[in-house]
């Protein structure tokens, strides 16, 4: 067993976990880090396909064998290409949460039903202004919204791990505004590297020309990475690639 990789061996969680995602036989399920197969059980069972992405070569084999409707993809999840589903559902491995979140928000989904340390979560949810607020809360908000299923005890665990956790479903928001979703990660990474400087000093850190400034609202430009909304995020993603556009055709 890798560090850091705790089992769900509670079946009553495992069984609420697959029930939240409304599974039918039509549905493509995406599984992360099946492990012993506690949650692909009740998956298999309900869904037409799932697809589980499992690093562990000893673990891949031993759930491709346990259910014929499991597709197994032995790789790391960050890396494989991903198949063809609809749903994501996974107690995934606590070290590649913010990676792997990160990438499936990007990707088409209908829902997704994922478990978590309980602190990763506020840091999802956090608000602008708040301690935990960052380039998770704010890529999280603009693609998806997020409700709190239920906190799972550390005793569903095998090895036990120091802090509870929490699962969470999430369905893509229809209303969010267009942009380049490349520049838009890259710029909340950057300015939150600088949360603590006025947005214009950050910006003008990472080498985004004065140009673009003047396209902004001022108010913004005199903020704090850390107290901008997901909605100012944007503002300054297209700002800044409408002005590489711009240059680009000259």
């Keep these: 067993m890798k560090a850091g990789q705790h089992f769900l061996v509670d079946r009553g969680v495992a069984e609420r976990i697959a029930s939240y995602a409304e599974i039918s ?8 880090g099946p492990g012993r197969g506690s949650l692909t059980e ?8 799932v697809y589980a992405i499992e690093a562990d070569p000893d673990l891949a084999r031993y759930v491709e064998e346990r259910f014929p409707n499991v597709e197994v993809i032995q790789g790391d999840a960050l890396r494989v290409d991903l198949p063809e589903y609809n749903k994501v559902v996974s107690n995934l491995p606590y070290q590649i949460s913010t990676k792997i979140t990160l990438r499936l928000l990007r990707s088409p989904f209908d829902l997704m039903v994922l478990m978590y ?6 840091r999802m949810l956090a608000s602008p202004g708040t301690r935990d607020y960052g380039r998770l809360s704010v890529n999280v908000s603009y693609y ?3 409700e709190i299923l239920e906190t799972v005890p550390r005793s569903a665990f095998r090895p036990m791990p120091h802090v509870s956790s929490s699962v969470v479903r999430l369905r893509p928001r229809a209303d969010r505004e267009p942009v380049d979703e490349s ?6 990474r950057d300015l939150f590297t600088k949360r603590r ?3 214009k000093n950050a910006l003008a850190s990472i080498g985004i020309a ?15 990475p850390e107290d901008l909304g997901v909605d100012e995020f944007v503002r300054i993603a297209r700002a800044v690639s409408e002005h590489q556009s ?3 055709v000259r």
């Design 183 to 188: 520049m838009f990660s890259s710029i909340s």
């Design 144 to 146: 998806a919204n997020v």
């Design 197 to 199: 400087k006025k947005v």
């Design 42 to 49: 009740f998956l298999a069972a309900r869904a037409g396909r």
């Design 246 to 248: 711009r240059n680009s």
């Design 117 to 122: 340390q309980r602190e990763f979560v506020d």
């Design 210 to 224: 004065e140009d673009v400034m003047l396209d902004l609202d001022p108010a913004i430009l005199d903020a704090r």
């Design 25 to 32: 036989s039509s549905d493509r399920v995406l599984e992360i």
